[in-house]
């Protein structure tokens, strides 16, 4: 019999399944007996025992000099435990060493070395959206026109709350999607690149209803039209505000969103010079390019413009000729009044 006869095998497989139906066995009696909560608890107690305990750290903040913007940052080492277990990962199922993964089977009797390395959230976790992002033609423009991307901890920052009752930023406190506070950090996250686009945001619908403070998801952020990690621009076939898929994107919100209902201007261009120079360019080069000037003159952007530039024509009209008309009244008036005084003096 040889030994990879079909026999054989199967009584090897056997013995292998017997063996690790054993193995199985002693596991499920394993965990049986060290209670889930034990092995969790048991974790983030030695961690936790200190750093919520001023008195055990002896230091409650150190402060570190970012080697790139070389700004001085103060990082505090007493542990928000409220503001962590209602973070994305402040569940049972979460320990402090997954994240800082340094202190894996450390000795902790006497604390542990200092300056960690910062936590990396794609190796082991994240790959995914690191791969969607880094790869985005988003990231792209950015890498081209020389801008620092932003890294996954300046978009998923949440908060702290200090003992005097201050909030401040932490980005150990990742939020769940549907946190107001993350929803509106986002709308200061892509706003600080996108100044025009921010501030077109904010004078509309939308963004003056989250200026109010509503930042529930009934009211969209930036990301909501324009998604998270693979933002693409408008033209893109692909993009949530294209042609294609915007019906989609408003219809989530407004029910019966139609055709004529998402030309709504989302970001009046009608105070940047820029885009009057583009449709400036776009006329001259009416005969070169036809098709872009068309393009141009059909975007709702572009009606909006002209009736911008015709209610400011108006506006400087009619008051300019108020203003004339004013001038000259009082010139009449300063001509009569002269004229009588010549005319009484005359007359003494
Ligand atoms: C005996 C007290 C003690 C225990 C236990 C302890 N720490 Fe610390 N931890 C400290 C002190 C003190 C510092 C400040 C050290 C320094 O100067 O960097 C610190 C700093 C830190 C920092 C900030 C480091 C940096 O450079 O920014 C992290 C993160 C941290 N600890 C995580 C943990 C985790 C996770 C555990 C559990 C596995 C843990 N600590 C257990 C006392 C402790
Ligand atoms: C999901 C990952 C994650 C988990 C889980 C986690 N941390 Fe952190 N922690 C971070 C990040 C990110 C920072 C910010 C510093 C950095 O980027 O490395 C941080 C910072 C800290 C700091 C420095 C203070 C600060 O706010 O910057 C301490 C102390 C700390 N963690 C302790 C802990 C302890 C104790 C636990 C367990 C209760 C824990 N961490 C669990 C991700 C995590
Ligand atoms: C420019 C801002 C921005 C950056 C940078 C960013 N994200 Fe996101 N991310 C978002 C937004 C917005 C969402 C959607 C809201 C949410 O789920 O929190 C999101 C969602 C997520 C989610 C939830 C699951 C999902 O895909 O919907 C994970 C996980 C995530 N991001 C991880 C990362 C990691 C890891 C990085 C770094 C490589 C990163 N993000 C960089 C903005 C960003
Ligand atoms: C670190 C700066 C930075 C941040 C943060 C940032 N962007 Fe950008 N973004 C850029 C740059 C640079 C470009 C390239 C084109 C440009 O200059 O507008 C770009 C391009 C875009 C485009 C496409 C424009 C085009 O011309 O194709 C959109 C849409 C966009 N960003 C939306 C967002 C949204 C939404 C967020 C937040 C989730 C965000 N951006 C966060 C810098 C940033
Ligand atoms: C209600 C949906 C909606 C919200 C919210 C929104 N945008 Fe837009 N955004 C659009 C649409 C639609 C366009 C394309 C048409 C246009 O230019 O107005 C656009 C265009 C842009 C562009 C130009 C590039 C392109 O793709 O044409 C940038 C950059 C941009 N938005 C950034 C932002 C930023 C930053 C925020 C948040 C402060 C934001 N948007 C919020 C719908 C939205
Ligand atoms: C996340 C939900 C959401 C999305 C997505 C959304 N909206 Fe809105 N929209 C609102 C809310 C909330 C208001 C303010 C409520 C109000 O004033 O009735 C509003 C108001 C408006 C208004 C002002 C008119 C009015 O009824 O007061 C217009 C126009 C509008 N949205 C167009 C759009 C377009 C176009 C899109 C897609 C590019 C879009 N919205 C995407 C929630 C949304």
Redesign the pocket.
């Known amino acids: 019999m040889g030994y990879n006869s079909p026999k054989g095998g199967l009584i090897k497989r056997y013995l292998s399944g017997f063996k690790s139906f054993r193995l199985s066995a002693f596991m499920v009696i394993m965990i049986a007996t060290l209670s889930p909560a034990m092995i969790c608890a048991g974790d983030n107690d030695e961690c936790l025992d200190c750093h919520t305990n001023p008195e055990k750290l002896k230091v409650t903040e150190k402060t570190e000099i970012d080697p790139i913007t070389g700004e001085i940052e103060v990082i505090p080492l007493v542990i928000d435990e409220a503001a962590f277990k209602k973070s994305a990962h402040g569940g049972e199922d979460f320990y402090c060493v997954d994240c800082h993964s340094e202190l894996e089977d450390a000795d902790l009797s006497e604390g542990h070395k200092p300056n960690l390395k910062p936590v990396d959230c794609i190796t082991f976790c994240h790959d995914d959206p690191a791969e969607e992002f880094l790869k985005s033609?988003?990231v792209k423009?950015?890498k081209?026109?020389n801008?620092?991307?932003?890294t996954c901890k300046?978009?998923h920052t949440g908060v702290r709350y200090e003992d005097s009752g201050i909030v401040v930023k932490s980005p150990m406190n990742v939020p769940r999607a549907d946190d107001p506070s993350h929803r509106r950090f986002?709308i200061e996250?892509?706003g600080?690149?996108?100044e025009d686009?921010f501030s077109s945001y904010r004078n509309n619908a939308h963004g003056q209803v989250t200026a109010l403070g509503h930042t529930t998801t009934d009211v969209p952020v930036?990301?909501d039209c324009?998604?998270?990690h693979t933002?693409?621009?408008?033209s893109d076939p692909e993009?949530k505000?294209g042609k294609e898929k915007i019906l989609e994107t408003c219809g989530e919100c407004h029910a019966n969103a139609h055709e004529s209902f998402v030309m709504h201007v989302e970001h009046p261009q009608i105070k940047n010079i820029g885009y009057y120079r583009n449709l400036l360019a776009a006329i001259k080069n009416a005969r070169n390019d036809p098709e872009n000037l068309k393009n141009m003159l059909k975007n709702p952007q572009t009606i909006l413009c002209v009736v911008f530039v015709m209610y400011i024509g108006i506006l400087a009209f009619t008051f300019s000729s108020f203003g004339l008309h004013s001038l000259l009244t009082w010139f009449a008036t300063v001509r009569d009044e002269c004229g009588r005084k010549g005319h009484d003096e005359e007359h003494h």
């Open positions: 033609s988003h423009l950015m081209e026109k801008k620092d991307v932003p300046d978009c986002t996250s892509c600080s690149c996108h686009y930036c990301f324009h998604g998270k933002i693409l621009n408008s993009s505000v």
